[in-house]
């Protein structure tokens, strides 16, 4: 049998906290671990009612500490509470009703090894939000979800497929400078070295 998931579980008040404890104690695939050890977790469980302010916070605090895997159990996760979890990193939700010792075990063990796990009709509404967000707000700004713009992923393509600057410039009918100047404002925003860096960023992020 493999190591047990060092697993951290917060709850928005002790009761929701120890109601989960109690369900993953004994199990031999989770070790819980208390905040004092937080450093040693891989997986993180914020127990809450909804995914609010204070869930948030929450969230980004254990993001900030580099925990990198989290999970929301929560008794009412409405369409704004799905985009925030999006957005703040969450790679598993589970409703509080579904969360029997087997479905957290099954999820933290997915989580952990890097996949996702949403039930089938949130991550419906979720993607019907997020393209209400790619058309509403992103699109018209020229942004996507990848936090480049259309031109951008062109340029990293290319660059990609081994062109230089003449190349590039060519095939998008741009001017030498503004390939230039679309790598170069790539490169300081993400804080990248050069061209080749930002390819590889942009590999390695699944952007291109």
Do not use: W
């Not at 060092?6 to 404890?21: F, N």
């Not at 989770?30 to 997986?43: C, G, N, P, S, Y």
């Not at 933290?108 to 796990?117: A, K, Y």
């Amino acid at each position: 049998m493999s190591a047990p998931i060092t697993t951290y579980i917060h709850g928005a008040d002790p009761i929701s906290q120890a109601g989960v404890v109690s369900q993953l104690r004994g199990r031999p695939e989770v070790r819980i671990v208390e905040e004092a050890r937080l450093d040693q977790a891989t997986v993180a469980i914020v127990v809450t009612e909804t995914i609010d302010e204070s869930a948030t916070r929450i969230l980004h605090g254990l993001r900030r500490g580099d925990l990198p895997h989290l999970i929301v159990v929560a008794t009412a996760i409405d369409d704004a509470g799905l985009v925030t979890a999006a957005e703040s990193g969450v790679a598993g939700l589970i409703r509080r009703l579904d969360a029997t010792p087997e479905n957290l075990v099954r999820v933290i063990t997915r989580v952990n090894s890097g996949e996702g796990e949403v039930p089938g009709d949130m991550l419906g509404r979720l993607m019907t939000q997020l393209g209400r967000l790619q058309r509403q707000v992103l699109t018209p700004r020229g942004l996507t979800f990848t936090g480049l713009t259309p031109r951008e992923v062109q340029v990293l393509r290319l660059v990609a497929d081994g062109h230089d600057t003449s190349e590039i410039a060519q095939e998008l009918c741009y001017s030498e400078r503004t390939v230039k100047n679309v790598l170069h404002d790539l490169t300081t925003r993400l804080q990248l070295r050069n061209r080749s860096h930002a390819v590889a960023y942009a590999l390695r992020e699944g952007l291109i």
